[in-house]
């Protein structure tokens, strides 16, 4: 097992798109250029996805944001009043738990400045165990690097 942290982003994303991903079109994900975005995100963060032989992993589901602005929102989509309904990508990926908090809020900076919600929807757990099929000895030698 492997103590990790899950993080997990919800991103708004064109209703073609989430058509297009949820026939299996995976194209959609470099077509979409919100999802291109937070996946160069992961591919620059080496820290994110990162499972022994195995990097920049992630998992992804697609659903729907809701919401209602209030009066000071500054919405992207949707006016004040309103109830809206975003179709959203939801992208899940996970990092060692040992990892440095200041690794940890650069990356989380990184997605908030990407990221086209005024106040976007960023989960970040406290450890969780991960089972592993890589020997410990693996990534006590990644984790020394």
Not at 5 to 18: D, G, M, N, T
Not at 37 to 46: Q, V
Request: include cysteine; hydrophobic fraction near 45%.
């Amino acid at each position: 097992m492997k103590s990790v942290r899950k993080l997990r982003v919800h991103w708004p994303i064109a209703s073609e798109s989430f058509a297009r991903l949820a026939t299996g079109d995976v194209e959609a994900f470099e077509d979409e250029a919100g999802i291109a975005a937070l996946l160069e995100a992961l591919a620059e963060s080496p820290d994110l996805g990162d499972f022994g032989n195995y990097r920049h992993v992630f998992e992804s589901g697609l659903g729907f944001e809701g919401f209602t602005c209030t009066e000071g929102a500054n919405p992207t989509l949707g006016h004040v009043g309103q109830r809206t309904l975003s179709p959203t990508f939801v992208f899940t990926t996970y990092f060692d738990a040992a990892l440095p908090d200041t690794a940890v809020e650069r990356f989380l900076q990184h997605i908030v400045d990407i990221h086209p919600w005024e106040v976007p929807v960023i989960e970040l757990s406290g450890p969780v165990s991960v089972s592993s099929t890589a020997p410990a000895a693996a990534y006590a030698s990644e984790a020394a690097s």
